[in-house]
Nanobody, 124 residues
Framework: EVQLVESGGGLVQPGGSLRLSCATSGFTFSNYAMSWVRQAPGKGLEWVSVIKSGGGSTSYADSVKGRFTVPRDNAKNTLYLQMNSLKPEDTAVYYC?????????????????WGQGTLVTVSS
């Protein structure tokens, strides 16, 4: 069974940093692109970032570019989202998701399994 479990969410002040983790099991992690998608309260899904299976290529939404990075550790089957210079508008539930191929590009059309999400609240 494929499982993705996010952790690391919480309350942080504007300008602060947070690192989310996504522990995975049940599939060959190193063979697939992985993405982060978020959903702010009362709003729709927003794609955040994607990293290629081997980690060589990444892409980010304009809203987080330059502030977020998406490293992965294929030896630990774990995806991360390093979030710096956080803003109140980054408040959302963050989901990691498993792509259907080594590279899936931006967007969430080609994401097939999602975690349960972790809540990030940016507020003073």
């Amino acid at each position: 069974e494929v499982q993705l479990v996010e952790s690391g969410g919480g309350l942080v002040q504007p300008g602060g940093s947070l690192r989310l983790s996504c522990a995975t099991s049940g599939f060959t992690f190193s063979n697939y692109a992985m993405s982060w998608v978020r959903q702010a309260p009362g709003k729709g899904l927003e794609w955040v970032s994607v990293i290629k299976s081997g980690g060589g290529s990444t892409s980010y939404a304009d809203s987080v570019k330059g502030r977020f990075t998406v490293p992965r550790d294929n030896a630990k089957n774990t995806l991360y989202l390093q979030m710096n210079s956080l803003k109140p508008e980054d408040t959302a539930v963050y989901y990691c998701a498993h792509g259907v191929a080594p590279w899936v590009g931006s967007g969430y059309r080609y994401l097939e399994v999602w975690g349960q999400g972790t809540l990030v609240t940016v507020s003073s």
